[in-house]
């Protein structure tokens, strides 16, 4: 048994446990684990990670560590490619969801979906899993996954925004259920307006999955900031 010193990237030292966001921590270590799962018990998830250098040479993260080892941990490059702009986000990220829905990105979200069933949809509908939830950002069977940074959803946005520039489409998706909308008349949907809205809301629309009606109204306005601010990340 003995030590690797392990030294992390500058972007990446929020994960660390507080004592450690110097940045360089010497780990003990021995011949049976990998240099990622070293990284991983300090608090970094393999999600978050973009290349390991050992002594300054790219190495495989399978690769043993042994002491004595340099570590350098490298974040992600953003923005990062994806196979597909197709997001799943966990239960605490409601707000992040219907924001993501409102710029047209295909976001799917429960309320009380378990980490086991984001895992399965996200392997199921080839979706990245964005989530504060560490523990789920390290099951083996995780495709795809990122940590989103921030507490407040204007905050988590714009990580969002910046770590994979996703092509937005403002106006396109509903907030409800992530279904396409589609344009709808007036006449169309007068049904399912409470009395008054009609006179004041213009260019309806529906969403073809669920039904629930759509309108520009007295909300719009702010609406429209939370995709002004979108744009120049996303482009």
């Known amino acids: 048994m003995g030590t690797a010193l392990v030294r992390v990237a500058a972007p990446l030292r929020?994960?660390?446990p507080s004592r450690h966001r110097h940045g360089e921590v010497a780990v003990a270590v021995d011949s049976s684990a990998s240099?990622?799962?070293v990284v991983e018990s300090l608090g970094v998830p393999r999600t978050e990670i973009g290349s390991l250098l050992v002594a300054g040479a790219l190495a495989p993260w399978s690769r043993r560590a042994v002491p004595g080892d340099v570590v350098d941990v490298m974040p992600v490059a953003r923005p990062q490619?994806?196979?597909?702009?197709?997001y799943v986000l966990d239960v605490h990220f409601g707000t992040l969801a219907r924001r993501m829905r409102l710029l047209g990105i295909d976001t799917a979200y429960?309320?009380?979906?378990?980490?086991?069933?984001?895992?399965?949809?996200a392997i199921a509908e080839r979706r990245v899993v964005l989530t504060q939830d560490r523990g789920l950002l390290r099951r083996r069977a995780l495709p795809a996954g990122a940590f989103i940074a921030g507490s407040d959803p204007d905050d988590q946005l714009a990580d969002v925004l910046d770590r994979f520039a996703p092509p937005v489409a403002p106006w396109t998706r509903c907030?409800?259920?992530?279904g396409l909308l589609v344009a709808a008349s007036r006449e169309e949907i007068a049904h399912l307006l409470e009395p008054g809205t009609l006179t004041l809301g213009t260019d309806f629309?529906?969403?073809a999955d669920c039904g629930r009606p759509y309108?520009?109204?007295a909300h719009a306005s702010r609406l429209d900031a939370i995709v002004a601010a979108a744009r120049p990340r996303s482009s």
């Open 205 to 207: 629309a529906r969403c």
């Open 81 to 86: 490619p994806v196979a597909e702009h197709r």
């Open 35 to 37: 240099i990622v799962h």
């Open 175 to 178: 907030g409800a259920c992530n």
């Open 110 to 121: 429960r309320n009380d979906a378990s980490d086991p069933e984001l895992v399965e949809q």
């Open 215 to 217: 309108w520009r109204g």
């Open 14 to 16: 929020f994960l660390l």
